[in-house]
């Protein structure tokens, strides 16, 4: 998912393809002015108020390299942010802080098939280091143009430097999560009241697609739980105490969307358990009522075997009552069988 053109900000001798925007930052307030990678080097403060922040979507090795380079950030980390596939972390390299966030967007679907796709993932890296932070976004992570407007309307917490920065992108995509959380509720509801509804049978394949894509889902969200806490504790020199509070209600809200994917996934293996249990009672019924036919059958193949013989000497074949009576006899053993088997809801 990129940007639209009209999001992207020319940045000077930065690869345009690569940047979405850049800009300095003094006391919670953007510097005017379109501002390079050079320009941004030389007007940073790593010790003091100001600081740059670098957006970027899906840079090659070359685009991003040249950043890396500027801001002597780690080659593990450099490879990371390039190449994407992470799970969720946080890493320290040096002064500056590397964490890794997994986005999830809900793919609309009319119902869920074997085959749907119900989320999407992407990535969000983010940089946050000694006067810049560096945000590189991959696949269908969503844009950060809203995150950045916000933070730019709060001078005060953005006056808290990188740490600002790396709040309020994790605390989007955990705001993510919870909206995906509940669009997976319906998903969830509507399965389990077709289940246990008098209709036809639930094809598990349905069911079993659900429960995959809640395995991805809770995938990309488990993990963050160590990193938010770690962030949260108060330990991090690089983090103030004013940006732990606000980390901390990140956490309480991660923890709360994670709660609620632990929840489904038990609902729905509950779901598909059920489901097997219905197909695995109607197949019994099924084998019930075909039992029920043979029995049925049994009793004039049994007698019209015996009569269908050929000998010359058999007791009734020359009374005069005999066809009639065995007919007779067969109607009664059958309707005492049927009657029987009705009584015992095998038919």
Not at 41 to 68: C, H, K, M, N
Not at 115 to 133: K, L, N, Y
Request: net charge negative; with cysteine.
């Amino acid at each position: 998912m990129a940007e639209r053109d009209d999001d992207r900000v020319e940045c000077g001798d930065v690869l345009p393809p690569a940047v979405v925007d850049c800009a300095l930052y003094e006391h919670g307030r953007r510097l005017p002015g379109r501002t390079g990678l050079e320009k941004i080097l030389q007007r940073t403060d790593p010790g003091g108020s100001r600081f740059a922040w670098i957006g970027l979507y899906e840079p090659t090795t070359e685009q991003f390299q040249r950043v890396a380079d500027a801001f002597d950030l780690h080659p593990l980390a450099v490879e990371d942010a390039v190449h994407a596939h992470q799970r969720p972390k946080l890493e320290r390299y040096g002064d500056t802080l590397f964490l890794v966030l997994k986005t999830i967007v809900y793919c609309d679907h009319e119902e869920i098939t074997s085959t749907s796709e119900i989320v999407d993932t992407g990535e969000i890296m983010v940089f946050a280091g000694p006067g810049f932070a560096i945000t590189v976004r991959h696949g269908s992570a969503p844009p950060l143009d809203a995150v950045r407007r916000e933070l730019e309307a709060d001078r005060h917490h953005l006056g808290h430097g990188p740490a600002a920065v790396l709040h309020a992108v994790a605390d989007m995509v955990v705001d993510h999560y919870l909206e995906v959380a509940d669009a997976f509720q319906t998903d969830v509801d509507t399965l389990e009241s077709e289940v246990f509804s008098l209709d036809k049978p639930v094809d598990p394949a349905r069911i079993y697609q659900l429960k995959r894509e809640l395995m991805e889902f809770k995938r990309a969200v488990a993990p963050l739980a160590g990193p938010l806490q770690r962030l949260a504790s108060g330990t991090m020199p690089d983090i103030p105490a004013d940006v732990c509070a606000y980390l901390r209600d990140v956490a309480d809200h991660h923890q709360r969307a994670n709660e609620q994917i632990t929840g489904f996934d038990e609902l729905v293996t509950g779901i598909l358990n059920a489901s097997s249990a219905q197909l695995s009672v109607q197949q019994n019924a099924d084998m019930r009522r075909i039992s029920a036919m043979a029995a049925l059958i049994a009793v004039p193949t049994m007698v019209v075997g015996v009569y269908g013989m050929n000998f010359d000497h058999m007791p009734e074949l020359t009374w005069r009552y005999g066809y009639p009576a065995i007919l007779t006899v067969i109607g009664v053993v059958c309707t005492l069988i049927y009657r029987a088997l009705r009584r015992n809801t095998w038919l």
